[in-house]
Structures are given as structure tokens and as C-alpha cells.
């Protein structure tokens, strides 16, 4: 206990300092007694006690010192954490939310994004989403205009971003460009509504918002794609193992008649008519050909029928359907396409064999796709170009086609609709 600083003692003072230095004696006696008592204990302990509640003392220390980092680390994490809350809670006031994004999920937009809204929250913290007159007054007070200024700035930024989000939200695989000008057009109303104050979003702010709602455009085009590449992908699966199924019908038909013709050839020899046998020998020859162009279009996938067809009665005039089928009857295919989806069925201009039947429709595809009718959607196989252009394509690319309708039929729509 530190000494007392002298006091001097007078007449009026000295029962009241009395008073105190007893008080400062009695203390200093009590700490004098405690000391000793401190000593005594630890005179009493041997040396290993002595240590070991030095090393428990050591421990309850270090233990503090942790927590304390804790808590400070946990201090750091949560100033942190008001810093970010606060700037949302600033950001939200212009009508800038968080909210799902469809680029968000995508594995090659996301980085995009990420940094793309980062600098629509930068612009919308520094205050350059958003530009007005800083010359207004409000009944001739220049602090009311700033504040009618700073007001309506804040409404309106709030509604564009409302807008910007909701484009965002409901903008489909194929209607960027519309979204685009919807933004665009709230844009304009924006800048109407604030023409006494020349009030009007930047033209930096409003790319940053459509380069946002292209990303999830972007993103939904993708998945549209991979979902119809897989839709495909289960329709050639389902044609191949409906060709499968149909090779393996006719070769137990071909092997049946083969089994036969062979038992036939056979009696008629042992019977000594050989001139009978020699005639079903070539029935024979026969059904064995057909057996290896059996074999052949089974293993070997790109070998098909290639087809043109068209409707004239669904898509209208100049307009075909180039595709190709590994079916052994094609016209099942081409029955499938006229199903009940359509109102009338196709008329056929060209179906023909091609041991590449898949390079012969990519070449075609290639030839005209130009004049696709789907340009997004690329597994859409119809082209407004007339048949007599496709007949000139194959003739050009030397592809060997043996028949080719240049004129549509068409005697159901015909019938339907007569001119």
C-alpha cells in the first residue's frame, strides 16, 4: 500500500486524520498479516508442491491468454460482420437485394458474376448508378433542393434496381432481348419522370445491369441445351435399340429361311435332282446376303438412310426437314414424325442409303444453316430452303441419290384445303 502524503494537523483536522492513519494502519497490519501467512504456507510446502502450483498458476495464465485471443479474434470476425451487414443495409436502401441468381450454379458464369455484382454494389456505394442536378433549389433554398435531389435520386434508383432484379427473374432462354429492352425502357421512364432535375441512371450502371441479366440468359440457354442434348441423346438411344430389335427379328427370320432352304437343298440332292438344288442354291445366296447387310449396318453405326421430307400443311411452303434413321424400314421413322403432333404427314423427296449417313446430314446441316428455322436450338433439323436447293447440294457434294421428289404431294392438305 502506497504511503500517505503528509498532512498537516491543525486544531480543526486532527480527529479526522487520526482517524484515517488508523484506518491506513490497521489495512497495512492486515496485509502484513496475510504476507506472512502467504509465506508460512509456502515454507510449509515442499519444493515439488511449490512447483506444481507454479506450473497449475503457468497453466491458468496461458489458458487466459487463449481465451483472450478468442475473444478478440471473435471480436474481429463480428466488426467484420457489422461492416458487411452495414453496407447491405446501405445498399438495400437504393433497392439493391441479394437474391438468386440462375448464373450462380453455373460452373463456367459464376466467377462472371461474382465479380460483375461486385461492381454493381461498388457503383451503388460511391454513387455513381445514379446522376442528377446539384444546382436545384426548393422555394429558394439551395439545402431543400439538395435534399429533394438526394430524395428522389434514392426513389428512383430504387425502382430501377427493382426492375433490373425482377428482368433477372423472369428472363427465359430465348427472351434476352426483350428483358433487355424492358430494362431499357424503364430506363427512359426513369429519366422522363426526373427531367426537372435531370435525373437519370448512367450509362456505366445500366451495361453492369444488362451484362446481369445476359449472364443469366446466358446460363438458362444452357441448360435448355444440355436438357434438349439429353432428350436427343435418349431418342438415339431408343432408335438404336429399336434398330437393334428389328436386326435381330430379321436375322432369325433370314436364319429360319436359311435353315430351310439348306434342309430343301439337301433332300433334293440326296434325291439326285440337282438341278432343282442349283435353283434354291441362289434363294440360298440370296438370304446369306441379306444376313451380311444385316451384320454390316450392326456394326456399323454411322451407316443409315438419309432423308427429306416436309410438310407443307404444318410449316408452309419451302420448308424441310433434313434428318437421317439406321432403322431397316426408314419410313418407320418418317411415320413416327407424322404422328399426331403434326396435322398431316410428310411428304417424302429423298430417302436414300449412305454408308456415311451421318456425314451426309452434318454436310447438309452445314450447307443450309443459314436458313435454319431454330438457330438456338441446332438439333431442330428444319430449313426454309426448297427441295430442288437440297437435290443441288447432294449433285454438288457427289452423294449418289437415286430418286428426288422436287414437288410436294401433299393430298391430305390438298384435299383439306383446296385452292
Known amino acids: 500500500m502506497p504511503a500517505s502524503t503528509p498532512e498537516k494537523v491543525t486544531a480543526f483536522n486532527a480527529k479526522k486524520v487520526a482517524t484515517r492513519l488508523q484506518a491506513e494502519n490497521d489495512a497495512l497490519a492486515a496485509e502484513n498479516a496475510r504476507l506472512k501467512a502467504l509465506f508460512a504456507d509456502l515454507g510449509a510446502l515442499d519444493a515439488a508442491e511449490r512447483e506444481a502450483r507454479i506450473a497449475k498458476q503457468r497453466e491458468l495464465e496461458t489458458d487466459l491468454e487463449n481465451a483472450v485471443q478468442r475473444l478478440n479474434a471473435e471480436k474481429e470476425r463480428l466488426d467484420s460482420a457489422l461492416i458487411v451487414t452495414r453496407d447491405r443495409l446501405a445498399l438495400e436502401e437504393f433497392g439493391l437485394f441479394d437474391f438468386e441468381h440462375p448464373a450462380e450454379a453455373s460452373a463456367t458464369l459464376a466467377t462472371d458474376l461474382e465479380a460483375l455484382r461486385s ?12 446522376t442528377a442536378t446539384s444546382n436545384f433549389t426548393f422555394n429558394n433554398s439551395a439545402a431543400k433542393g439538395r435534399t429533394f435531389v438526394n430524395q428522389m435520386s434514392r426513389i428512383m434508383l430504387r425502382a430501377y434496381n427493382a426492375e433490373a432484379e425482377n428482368a433477372v427473374k423472369t428472363v427465359k432462354a430465348g427472351n434476352l432481348a426483350s428483358a433487355q429492352k424492358r430494362l431499357s425502357t424503364a430506363r427512359e421512364q426513369i429519366a422522363k419522370q426526373g427531367t426537372m432535375i435531370d435525373l437519370s441512371v448512367t450509362d456505366y450502371y445500366h451495361r453492369l445491369r444488362l451484362q446481369e441479366l445476359e449472364l443469366a440468359a446466358r446460363h438458362l440457354q444452357a441448360l435448355a441445351a444440355a436438357k434438349e442434348l439429353e432428350r436427343e441423346r435418349r431418342a438415339e438411344l431408343k432408335e438404336q435399340r429399336a434398330l437393334e430389335a428389328e436386326i435381330k427379328r430379321e436375322k432369325e427370320r433370314l436364319e429360319k429361311e436359311r435353315t430351310h432352304y439348306l434342309n430343301s437343298i439337301q433332300r433334293l440332292r440326296d434325291a439326285g435332282d440337282e438341278d432343282a438344288a442349283r435353283a434354291l442354291q441362289s434363294e ?14 450392326a456394326a456399323n453405326i454411322r451407316a443409315g438412310y438419309v432423308y427429306v421430307i416436309s410438310n407443307i400443311g404444318a410449316f408452309g411452303e419451302g420448308v424441310v426437314k433434313i434428318g437421317m434413321t439406321r432403322r431397316l424400314d426408314p419410313m418407320d421413322r418418317v411415320r413416327e414424325l407424322g404422328d399426331a403432333s403434326v396435322p398431316f404427314i410428310f411428304d ?7 454408308d456415311d449417313a451421318v456425314e451426309v446430314e452434318a454436310m447438309l446441316h452445314r450447307e443450309f444453316a443459314a436458313h435454319r428455322l431454330n438457330k438456338v436450338n441446332l438439333r431442330k433439323e428444319f430449313f426454309r430452303v426448297e427441295p430442288q436447293a437440297v437435290l443441288d447440294a447432294l449433285q454438288q457434294h457427289n452423294v449418289a441419290v437415286l430418286e428426288f421428289k422436287t414437288h410436294a404431294a401433299a393430298e391430305d392438305f390438298r384435299a383439306s384445303w383446296p385452292s
Open 119 to 130: 461492381q454493381i454494389r461498388q457503383t451503388n456505394k460511391i454513387g455513381n448508378a445514379i
Open 284 to 297: 440360298l445366296d440370296r438370304i446369306d446376303a441379306e444376313i451380311a447387310e444385316a451384320d454390316y449396318r
Open 348 to 354: 417424302v423427296h429423298a430417302l436414300f442409303f449412305s
